[in-house]
Each structure stands twice: as structure tokens, then as C-alpha cells.
């Protein structure tokens, strides 16, 4: 249940990543209800890219599914 609602806030990010030619994929949503995403395109090696993780991306899912402890990437 948690797996679909983080996807669909992920979509909702996505055309904001797609624009700059990056992209985010969920790997997992572990059972303590931590999320692991693999940032793909220019966001995976850009230097900005912690920011994007922990100012966009985390603060979204924490702010629309409280459960969520932490947003980390692979």
C-alpha cells in the first residue's frame, strides 16, 4: 500500500527531474518504511543531486505519507 501511494507522489516529481534530463525509479520500500530510489539521467551524477534527494524528493513523501522514516538513494 505504501509501495503505490510513494509512486504516485514519485510521478508527481518526475516531469520537475525530467525537465532538467534527469529521472528518479523507486528500488524499495523497506518494511521499516524507509524508501530507496536510484536518481537516473543528469540527476544521477549531479553534484546538486543530495539536495534534490533531501529537499524535493524526501520532503515530498514525508509531507504526503507521514510512515516514511528516511528517502536514500542507491
Known amino acids: 500500500?505504501?509501495?503505490e501511494k510513494v509512486e504516485k507522489?514519485?510521478?508527481e516529481i518526475r516531469?520537475?527531474?525530467q525537465a532538467d534530463g534527469g529521472d528518479v525509479e523507486l528500488v524499495e520500500v523497506t518494511e521499516a518504511n524507509d524508501v530507496k530510489v536510484r536518481l537516473?539521467?543528469?540527476c544521477g551524477h549531479c553534484p546538486m543531486?543530495?539536495?534534490t534527494l533531501k529537499?524535493?524528493?524526501?520532503q515530498k513523501l514525508k509531507e504526503r505519507?507521514?510512515?516514511?522514516n528516511k528517502v536514500e538513494k542507491v
Open 1 to 3: 500500500m505504501i509501495k
Open 49 to 51: 543531486s543530495t539536495y
Open 55 to 58: 529537499l524535493s524528493i524526501e
Open 40 to 42: 537516473t539521467g543528469a
Open 9 to 11: 507522489v514519485l510521478e
Open 65 to 68: 505519507i507521514p510512515e516514511i
Open 15 to 17: 516531469p520537475m527531474l
